[in-house]
């Protein structure tokens, strides 16, 4: 019998569409921008804000444009899976600069259909149909941080 590995416990409570659609965005930053996943976020329900530090002020154009990729991304209907990888085989795209210490050699690994891949130990949806609509209520700039805050908007019901 094969031994299961042990993850890390989570501290938190994350309401999946909410911390599945910060996956999303984390990889519309990085695609738009070149810039590194969100160093500072803070998921709840309602709302939420992510942090990402770029050389310049984005427009607002491609501030409209980060809204519409999500959303686009989104309705792609991608499953959004999990499964466990050594950290020795992990895939080279994979980022681990925010993982705690104490992690292990064992690490879960999150991925949005082909769009997103990463080591998260969060509570996701099952597929990004269950979002809902995604919407940037502000953004603003200082000293080289971006912080967008954003909300969902429920999915349309389908009878």
Partial sequence: MEEQPTLN???KEEYP???????????TMIRLFGCS?????HIEKKKS??????PQEP????????????NETIDRHLPVTASLCRRDELPPQIDLSKLPPEAGDTLRIVAVGDYDLCACIGAHVGNTAEI???KITTADYEEGRLRI???LEPPAQTS
Avoid: C
């Avoid at 427009?59 to 980060?66: G, L, P």
């Fill in 37 to 41: 996943r969100s160093r500072n976020t």
């Fill in 132 to 134: 809902g609509r995604f």
């Fill in 17 to 27: 569409p909410m911390h599945t659609a910060e996956h999303i965005l984390n990889q």
């Fill in 9 to 11: 416990a989570h501290n």
């Fill in 149 to 151: 805050r954003f909300k």
């Fill in 49 to 54: 804000k992510a942090d990402y530090f770029l």
């Fill in 59 to 70: 427009s607002r154009e491609e501030i409209a444009e980060i809204e519409r990729l999500v």
